[in-house]
């Protein structure tokens, strides 16, 4: 549909009458969806060549019409923003199409399949227009049947629109936060006489001359002025320009404008507006090449100028303009609809006065012409970095500032004005107001994927000429529509986005801001939304977190007015929101914007609701926890995530669900990077939770156990809580008598992680978390960053890699502290099991620690090299002290390979377990301390012996012992280990 959303909908299919109001529309674009025969219940009607007129001047018009009106959105033949319009006078009556424009609802009402089939892949229905004469739809009808005709384009099926991109869940849906936010108005701009509701407001600027004074632009070709609910016109652009057009096009006409940081004292500031391309100097002009096949949609002419006030306290523009460079785009889609001056206020800064300019890719994709995005040879799906104050530029009008990143690119076909690239739709843009670096950048997605950047210089983004939309990899010239996860290798030639979600939670991203204001419950989120939908968004992008790149889920905020729960589109009475934001940061006030009805409403309260937080996304419903006992196996797969609880500290706790296409899956908190629940298989198929745990956060922070959780910086025990390295003695936290367990009493099960990283490959689903570990916490030495990431592939292996650095020698010595049972947990003891472990030899002991030497255990009580049911020796005497196994094996394997080292398994259930390692060696511990006080997931007690761990890591005690394998990370040393638990059924 058109240059600023990318989401799949109707948009302007008829005239300018018929699309006051259509870009609401997903379900269809009028005709190219009602074109189905199903649409009306009819069966396929075969029209008379006669039926529509060829009459040129008709034709003409309705050429004119469709190119201004639809082919922003829609082409003739092939999916675009929405289904292809080509074909459908062929298959449906002219009667039938009149009546689905003048009144879609009704055809929804009727439970037509096509109908249904059209809204299940758009979201958003069209509305009625009754008010269009029959000669209006006649003529754009006209245009399309005699191109059908002549191009051989045939209808879309029924079986076409279900397989059309993807409605399926590409991405974990977004969480529901539990916070809410009171909305109330705040002023109100006029709506222009014939503005169809797809124009009006987009961008709200603070007026620093005034206290609590705002710029607002509209579309149409108007720059208001804002104080105190009042506006006034500050600069009409139209007279200035006699070629201004605002139409075709979304969001062609005064697409933005940003004031200069000295506007106060200079008041100099900028604007961009459209012309229908006649052939100006432009400085892309090589952009579109000559055998860019033609489009319905005329290309445009960008202009950037530079107005000049009189006198800078001025309330009306008096002044000067120049143009400072103009670009241009292949159609209305995708044009400039941002540009900004980076918050910097220092003057002898690099970055002061330097200008940015989104440019989308105005629609290369649409065109088939990937060629024409993508690299440094283009403007087009590109943020641009001027200095408008400089002359080094194409044309004289400006500068390229010279620490762009191709500045000094020797290529003559490089654009030196490029600050990063690859995007479809960098819609919006913005810098957190007190660490204004990197910069945010959201980009709206063609029919599947919205992202959210963090802004490298240089940086490639994948759409275009890279094949990427978000972490999903496409066809451009073949249909990229549909989308499969990109390879590893793919990827790693771009940079992935920071979040992104897919069509199921919205359909055109709209971006924001850190918020830096008073609201605590909002402080330092990025705050973002839908443009559709309305719904309210954020990610946990504190500026400490950007190194580190934590947190990716997104959360919804609720939104109430007069104490009321609402939505933006409730408050505005409209299908289709037009939501855009606007922040003040000097007072860190944040605003809502609805184009549509030109309200702009503030937020006034933020708060965590208990309620809300309980009423968790109503579409994570299907990929509820499965708990208690068994249950059929889940048709979907992926990642989701949901909110677990909220831990001690009053963090939000998140729960990501990992899904195989088996119906498998673990589920795991980034509270202690802790694994909850393990579903797998039995021989029957049915699934069983085989891991011991809570199903809240209080029982995980007060009973203990590391139930499932990551161990470190040190699994076992550590003597006397002390060790010498380099010269140097350190001295942990006791939490076992005198010495030191799994990391002291806040060790890595104790901690938040944070994921990084969530994707779905061929080989299964992968989350990885990451810690900071402070130099000094715990006792231990350096700053640690340490990660662990899980992989649950498509065979029912749980794979864990561990890495990790440190800028100071620290010993490390991470492991997995799941508490298997194969029958399910809760259901009794592990005697059952059947264990192998690949080794002959273990640690000797002075009570219990280590004293250096390796004694053999062939025959012993200890030897499982043989499957050997647990309960068989459990109880021997020499096991009395220690309430069972707690020991630690030496592996027979040589060398650091990931190897196959133990088997446990079950024969009830038939359940097997193999344990694969690149560590060591393993300690064995059967749930010895368990009692039947600890109440699991399904209520049960968790009785003595009721699960047993499989720890795989390097030796006990190690950072005491000189003679055991080396656990001292060193700067420059990159720590990697892996353990696997693959799982089967006999």
Not at 241 to 256: C, D, I, N, Q, T
Not at 439 to 463: L, P, R, T, V
Not at 831 to 840: E, G, K, P, R, T
Request: glycine content about 10%.
């Amino acid at each position: 549909m058109n240059s600023s959303f990318g989401y799949s909908s109707l948009r302007h299919f008829l005239f300018k009458t018929l699309f006051r109001s259509l870009f609401r529309s997903g379900l269809i674009l009028v005709v190219c969806s009602v074109g189905m025969h199903p649409c009306f219940g009819a069966s396929f009607v075969e029209t008379s060549p006669d039926q529509y007129t060829q009459d040129e001047v008709v034709i003409s018009a309705g050429e004119r019409l469709y190119g201004r009106y639809c082919a922003s959105c829609h082409l003739l033949e092939g999916e675009s923003f929405g289904p292809q319009l080509g074909g459908v006078t062929q298959v449906v009556s002219t009667e039938d199409l009149h009546d689905f424009i003048r009144n879609p609802a009704s055809i929804m009402a009727s439970g037509n399949p096509r109908a249904s089939a059209l809204m299940q892949r758009y979201k958003v229905m069209m509305p009625g227009f009754d008010q269009l004469k029959q000669q209006e739809i006649q003529a754009i009808l006209a245009y399309i049947h005699l191109q059908s005709n002549k191009r051989e384009i045939a209808a879309l099926t029924l079986d076409a629109i279900l397989n059309t991109g993807s409605h399926k869940r590409l991405l974990p849906p977004v969480v529901q936060s539990g916070i809410v936010v009171e909305l109330e108005e705040f002023a109100r701009l006029p709506t222009l006489e014939n503005r169809p509701a797809y124009k009006g407001i987009t961008s709200m600027r603070v007026d620093p001359r005034r206290k609590s004074a705002y710029f607002v632009n509209e579309l149409m070709g108007i720059l208001y002025s804002v104080r105190k609910g009042k506006h006034a016109v500050f600069l009409d652009l139209r007279p200035h320009f006699p070629k201004f057009m605002y139409e075709p096009g979304v969001a062609s006409g005064l697409g933005s404008f940003a004031m200069h940081p000295n506007f106060k004292e200079n008041g100099i500031f900028y604007t961009t507006h459209s012309e229908i391309r006649r052939g100006s100097p432009a400085i892309n002009e090589d952009d579109i090449p000559a055998d860019v096949p033609e489009h319905e949609s005329p290309p445009l002419e960008w202009v950037l100028s530079e107005w000049t006030l009189k006198q800078p306290a001025a309330p009306h523009f008096e002044g000067s303009r120049r143009e400072v460079l103009r670009f241009v785009t292949p159609t209305t889609a995708h044009g400039a609809q941002e540009i900004k001056f980076s918050p910097v206020r220092d003057p002898h800064h690099p970055d002061y006065g330097m200008l940015y300019i989104a440019c989308g890719d105005g629609g290369a994709i649409n065109l088939k012409r990937p060629d024409m995005a993508g690299h440094p040879h283009t403007l087009l799906g590109t943020i641009m970095r001027i200095d408008p104050a400089g002359t080094n530029g194409k044309g004289g009008g400006y500068g390229i500032p010279e620490d762009n990143p191709f500045a000094n690119s020797e290529d003559p076909m490089v654009h030196k004005e490029i600050w990063a690239y690859g995007f479809r739709n960098p819609h919006r843009f913005s810098w957190d107001a007190k660490k204004y670096k990197p910069m945010i950048a959201i980009d709206i997605g063609e029919s599947n994927i919205e992202e959210i950047n963090i802004i490298k210089a240089g940086g490639n983004y994948g759409w275009g000429q890279g094949g990427l939309e978000g972490t999903m990899a496409i066809d451009p010239i073949k249909d990229p529509t549909q989308v499969s996860p990109a390879s590893a290798e793919l990827l790693r030639q771009h940079l992935s986005p920071y979040g992104q979600y897919d069509h199921n939670d919205g359909t055109a991203i709209t971006g924001g801001y850190i918020y830096r204001g008073p609201l605590k419950a909002l402080q330092g989120k990025y705050i973002f939304g839908d443009i559709v939908n309305g719904r309210l968004f954020y990610m946990n992008m504190d500026a400490h977190q950007f190194a580190g790149v934590r947190d990716k889920t997104i959360y919804e905020i609720q939104i109430q007015q007069k104490g009321q729960l609402t939505s933006v589109r409730e408050m505005s009475q409209v299908e289709r929101a037009h939501l855009r934001l606007a922040y003040d940061a000097a007072k860190g006030e944040l605003f809502i914007l609805t184009k549509d009805d030109g309200r702009i409403r503030r937020i006034v309260s933020a708060r965590y609701s208990e309620d809300a937080k309980s009423d968790s996304a109503s579409e994570n419903t299907a990929h509820a926890q499965i708990k208690g006992k068994e249950k059929e196996k889940t048709k979907t797969f992926g990642i989701h995530s949901e909110t677990f609880g909220l831990n001690e500290a009053g963090e939000m706790v998140t729960q990501y669900s990992l899904t195989n296409k088996q119906g498998s899956q673990v589920n795991i908190i980034d509270y202690g990077a802790t694994v909850v629940s393990l579903f797998v298989p039995d021989r029957k198929g049915n699934l069983a939770d085989v891991v011991i745990g809570y199903d809240n956060m209080p029982d995980y922070e007060q009973r203990s156990h590391n139930f499932g959780s990551t161990i470190g910086r040190v699994a076992g025990r550590i003597a006397n809580a002390q060790f010498e390295l380099d010269g140097k003695r350190y001295q942990l936290p006791k939490n076992l008598g005198e010495h030191t367990l799994h990391g002291g009493p806040q060790g890595f099960d104790k901690v938040m992680w944070h994921m990084t990283e969530q994707s779905y490959t061929s080989e299964g689903a992968t989350l990885t978390l990451r810690y900071e570990s402070a130099d000094g916490e715990m006792g231990f030495p350096g700053n640690l960053i340490a990660y662990v990431s899980y992989t649950f592939t498509e065979d029912n292996a749980l794979k864990i890699q561990y890495s990790a650095t440190s800028d100071k020698p620290t010993p490390y010595n991470p492991t997995h502290h799941s508490y298997f049972n194969l029958k399910g947990e809760g259901k009794g003891n592990i005697f059952d099991h059947s264990l192998q472990i690949f080794a002959s030899k273990t640690p000797a002991t002075l009570n219990v620690f280590p004293t250096g030497e390796i004694k053999n255990i062939e025959g012993s009580v200890l030897d499982f090299r043989r499957p050997t049911l647990i309960g068989k020796r459990i109880l021997d005497p020499s096991l009395e002290a220690r309430r069972g196994y707690n020991d630690f094996y030496i592996f027979d394997k040589v060398g650091d390979e990931l190897a196959h080292v133990a088997t446990l398994a079950e024969e009830k259930s038939g359940r097997k377990m193999e344990v694969w390692t690149t560590e060591p060696g393993l300690q064995l511990y059967t749930g010895n301390w368990l009692n039947d006080q600890l109440v699991g997931k399904s209520g049960v007690p968790y009785v003595q012996y009721g699960g047993v761990c499989l720890e795989a890591q390097h030796y006990p005690d190690s950072p005491n012992q000189p003679l055991f394998p080396d656990t001292i990370l060193r700067p420059g040393e990159k720590f990697e280990s892996t353990t696997v638990y693959k799982f089967s059924a006999r």
